[in-house]
Nanobody
Framework: QVQLVESGGGLVQAGGSLRLSCAASGRTFSRNVMGWFRQAPGKEREFVAAISWSGSSTVYADSVKGRFTISRDNAKNTLYLQMNSLKPEDTAVYYC????????????????????WGQGTQVTVSS
């Protein structure tokens, strides 16, 4: 059974940092695109960042560019999101996602491109 399990969320003051992790099990995702999405109360799920299988290609939402960094450790089958200079508007449940198919040299921003999802981890940024 494939599982994606996020961790690292919590409560932080504006300007602070958090590092999210997403541990995958049940299969390897070393040749698959992975990404982070978030959903705030009353809002639709939105794209945050995505990374190619090798880590050589990354893409970010404009709202987090320069503050967040996505990375992966294929040996550990784990995805990360380093979040710096956090703002209250970053408050949301953060989800990691993985594409089922092998994809070389591409990244996806559309949530429909992802087949596996974690249960989410809450990030709350106080002002």
């Amino acid at each position: 059974q494939v599982q994606l399990v996020e961790s690292g969320g919590g409560l932080v003051q504006a300007g602070g940092s958090l590092r999210l992790s997403c541990a995958a099990s049940g299969r390897t995702f070393s040749r698959n695109v992975m990404g982070w999405f978030r959903q705030a109360p009353g809002k639709e799920r939105e794209f945050v960042a995505a990374i190619s299988w090798s880590g050589s290609s990354t893409v970010y939402a404009d709202s987090v560019k320069g503050r967040f960094t996505i990375s992966r450790d294929n040996a550990k089958n784990t995805l990360y999101l380093q979040m710096n200079s956090l703002k209250p508007e970053d408050t949301a449940v953060y989800y990691c996602a993985a594409d089922r198919d092998v994809s070389i040299g591409v990244v996806f921003t559309n949530p429909l491109a992802y087949d596996y999802w974690g249960q989410g981890t809450q990030v709350t940024v106080s002002s």
